[in-house]
């Protein structure tokens, strides 16, 4: 190696040094950091929980004891501690076997499954099982709807449990429900039910990078410009 090679390298190190002590570069490092940790949490939970699903916010009050017909945030604040699910949770849920589902009510899985009748996400409780051409089906409720958990299912069964074979067949089964975390989910609802609920993110985040870059930045340039007109 050459002397030149040397020089340039040193020069090299110098640079990042300097740039490492400044706060904004500092904070953008911290920005991209808390990103790619975020969404590799994500994406590791999904391998680690063997589903492509492994969080969602729960939409509707049907899991919900007592369960009075109105989704309200009032709800979710009743009983956030509950076995059972509120609006507003966030559930974490794990890939499985169907044949390794706890069908035995009430104390049965909750489960994340599509609905025979669309491909919307539904979570609800294992209340029975047939089995019909090795395929299993399983007839599901909310623990809120009819007669509630945990007294024997008697009205408020979904209405694919009167389906010929009757319920969910085990292909449409996403996964069950390991964790719940209260309230939380009310933030992804908010922007998801508000057409102006994504855009307030985004000026917010807007706002922030202002306060913390733009702004400080300002102040700096100005204070040479002041030192200079000084006599």
């Not at 994500?42 to 680690?48: P, Q, S």
Request: proline letters at 8%; hydrophobic letters at 40%.
């Amino acid at each position: 190696m050459n002397r030149n090679h040397f020089t340039i390298r040193g020069k090299s190190l110098i640079a990042l040094k300097k740039l490492w002590k400044n706060d904004y570069f500092k904070t953008a490092v911290a920005i991209v950091l808390l990103v790619v940790i975020v969404l590799g949490f994500f994406f590791g939970l999904e391998l680690a929980l063997n589903t492509p699903d492994p969080a969602l916010t729960v939409e509707s009050g049907s899991m919900c004891i007592p369960y009075d017909g109105n989704d309200n945030f009032w709800l979710s604040l009743t009983h956030p501690f509950d076995r059972t699910l509120s609006i507003g949770d966030i559930i974490i849920v794990q890939g499985i076997d169907p044949k390794d589902l706890n069908t035995n009510y009430p104390n049965s899985d909750i489960i994340v499954f599509h609905s025979p009748y669309s491909s919307e996400l539904i979570v609800h409780r294992i209340v029975g099982t047939e089995v019909v051409n090795g395929t299993i089906y399983y007839l599901t409720k909310g623990d809120g709807n009819g007669n509630p958990w945990p007294q024997t299912p008697q009205t408020g069964l979904d209405p694919w449990d009167s389906n010929n074979p009757p319920g969910v067949p085990q292909n449409m089964v996403v996964g069950k429900v390991v964790m719940r975390i209260p309230w939380f989910g009310w933030i992804t609802l908010f922007m998801r039910n508000n057409q102006w609920g994504l855009p307030l993110i985004i000026a917010l985040i807007v706002l922030l990078v202002i306060i913390e870059f733009i702004i400080p930045m300002l102040r700096e340039k100005k204070r040479p410009e002041q030192q200079n007109g000084v006599q």
